[in-house]
């Protein structure tokens, strides 16, 4: 029984290190996918402001021509970004997944080891008071009847 309690305590330490692991790659991710969504936010602002700030002013041809192209190019860099966001809310998800994962088998573990420590010591509690009732059924020294 102990033989059992102490292999699945070596799993379920296993278990919480991959758990904390998924958990530090799932926090890496959310970062990732905060800073890549406030950049195409600014970066998004930043395009609302220049069409407005520069579209009335671009009075003669070249000018518009120029404006036309730099917010084509600003279009594209930022549907380039809000693919970057996709794919990293995508790597979020799946390692959101791998901790949730995680954590069920950790918890699992944890329900199993809890029960072979109960057991364990239901089982020792149990030879104990067998002990002490096989003392106490014995007779004493000086009490024998002769």
């Known amino acids: 029984m102990r033989d059992r309690w102490k292999r699945y305590t070596g799993l379920k330490n296993l278990a919480d290190n991959r758990e904390a692991q998924a958990a530090k790659a799932l926090a890496t991710s959310m970062q990732q996918l ?48 809000e693919d970057e966001v996709e794919s990293a809310r995508q790597a979020m998800r799946a390692d959101m997944e791998q901790w949730r994962g995680g954590y069920r088998h950790s918890k699992a573990l944890e329900q199993l080891v809890e029960k072979y420590r109960r057991e364990l010591v239901n089982l020792e509690e149990s030879q104990e008071q067998k002990e002490l009732d096989e003392r106490n059924a014995r007779p004493k020294d000086g009490n024998a009847v002769s």
């Open 34 to 81: 905060q800073a890549k969504q406030a950049e195409l936010d600014r970066l998004r602002s930043y395009a609302a402001e220049y069409q407005l700030g520069y579209q009335d002013k671009a009075t003669d041809r070249a000018r518009l021509s120029n404006l036309h192209t730099f917010t084509s190019q600003l279009s594209g860099v930022v549907k380039r970004l």
